[in-house]
């Protein structure tokens, strides 16, 4: 039973910084980060490949370092100069499903973690 788990959220003022950890129960290829505020479609941030190929979506790009652990599976989101529109849930996502580079699509994951709430205020 594969499980993701996310880790690091919480309540930040404007301006802040927040990093968020995701734990994977086993080695995942390729991983992401996503986000869904209330009423909005989960929408990508960034995902990276076991060799540490990179992808930025634009909504953050300039704010948001993604990184990763392969020794511990785990997946970071490393997030600067947050701003209110920012507060979302965040997930985790993970996939081994070959293919040439990383995607930011959400059919491109199949293992998701539960989320952990970001919320800039």
């Known amino acids: 039973h594969v499980q993701l788990v996310e880790s690091g959220g919480g309540s930040v003022q404007p301006g802040e910084s927040l990093r968020l950890s995701c734990t994977a129960s086993?080695?995942?290829?390729?991983m992401a980060w996503f986000r869904q505020a209330p009423g909005k479609e989960r929408e990508a941030l960034a995902a990276?490949?076991?060799?540490?190929?990179?992808v930025y979506a634009e909504s953050m790009k300039g704010r948001l370092t993604i990184s990763r652990d392969n020794s511990r599976n785990a997946l970071y989101l490393q997030m600067s100069n947050l701003k209110p529109e920012d507060s979302a849930m965040y997930y985790c996502a993970g996939d081994n499903t070959w293919r040439r580079q990383s995607t930011l699509r959400r059919s491109g994951y199949k293992y998701w973690g539960q989320g952990t709430q970001v919320t800039v205020s």
């Open positions: 086993v080695g995942m290829y390729f």
């Open positions: 990276i490949d076991a060799t540490d190929n990179l």
